[in-house]
């Protein structure tokens, strides 16, 4: 069984940068066969998408709220993915998920029933 482990995730003020990363184990093949996911699930909130990139890498997708603040790479030498998080507003409060799907194609990656693995989450809680 895919094991994910997220990890990164604390306490920031408004404005400032946190990066969390993903390693991951256990894994059926190469990590390189697999799309990998950010999700976040808001307190009281529905989990959504946050970005997601392809297992080569050449390809990556954003959610509208986070374009041009969060970059999302991966390293697969190291089994790993991160998300770094440039610029937090309070709105980005939340669970972080890490996700991964393998060999699926890189047009829905936006899509978490995409996703067969997921790791237990990382809390970020961003402050006003």
């Not at 066969?33 to 699930?41: P, V």
């Not at 392809?54 to 790993?80: E, H, L, P, Q």
């Not at 939340?94 to 047009?107: E, I, K, N, P």
């Amino acid at each position: 069984q895919v094991q994910l482990v997220e990890s990164g995730g604390g306490l920031v003020q408004a404005g400032e940068p946190l990066n969390v990363s993903c390693a991951a184990s256990r894994l059926t093949g190469d990590f390189s066969l697999y799309n990998m996911g950010w999700f976040r699930q808001p307190p009281g909130k529905e989990r959504e998408f946050v970005a997601a990139i392809s297992r080569n890498g050449g390809s990556t997708s954003y959610t509208d709220a986070v374009k041009g603040r969060f970059t999302i790479s991966r390293d697969n030498a190291k089994n790993t993915i991160y998300l770094q998080m440039h610029i937090l507003i309070p709105e980005d409060t939340a669970v972080y998920y890490c996700a991964a799907a393998f060999l699926r194609s890189a047009q829905n990656m936006n899509d978490r029933r995409e996703y067969a693995y997921w790791g237990q989450g990382t809390q970020v809680t961003v402050s006003s």
